[in-house]
């Protein structure tokens, strides 16, 4: 996990989808998690750079982050890459964050 740079996260209600970037912009880490475990995950991280999309439940996960010593990044929605709102593949939008 020390060679995460950077982790992009599209939040749900009850599940997040990481997708985790070394320096070089190669993926080295995707999945699914819950609420809780997402965040026991994050704590067991180094501190990194976190991309999500700003949404209701943004603010709150980017205090979390804060937190646990990660520098949270929100994106407006209308700057998240357009062809991935038509897309509602969570792969693409999580990738899209980064």
Sequence with gaps: M???ALIGIDLG????HIHCQDRR?????????TRPKLI???ATC????IAMEACGGSHFMARK????GHSPK???PQFVRPFVKSNKKRLCRRRSYL
């Design 2 to 4: 020390e060679n995460i």
């Design 13 to 16: 209600k009850n599940s997040f």
């Design 25 to 33: 912009g190669k993926a080295v880490y995707r999945k699914k998690f």
């Design 40 to 42: 026991e995950f994050l």
């Design 46 to 49: 180094p501190a990194t750079t």
């Design 65 to 68: 982050l804060e937190e646990l």
């Design 74 to 76: 929100l994106i407006s």
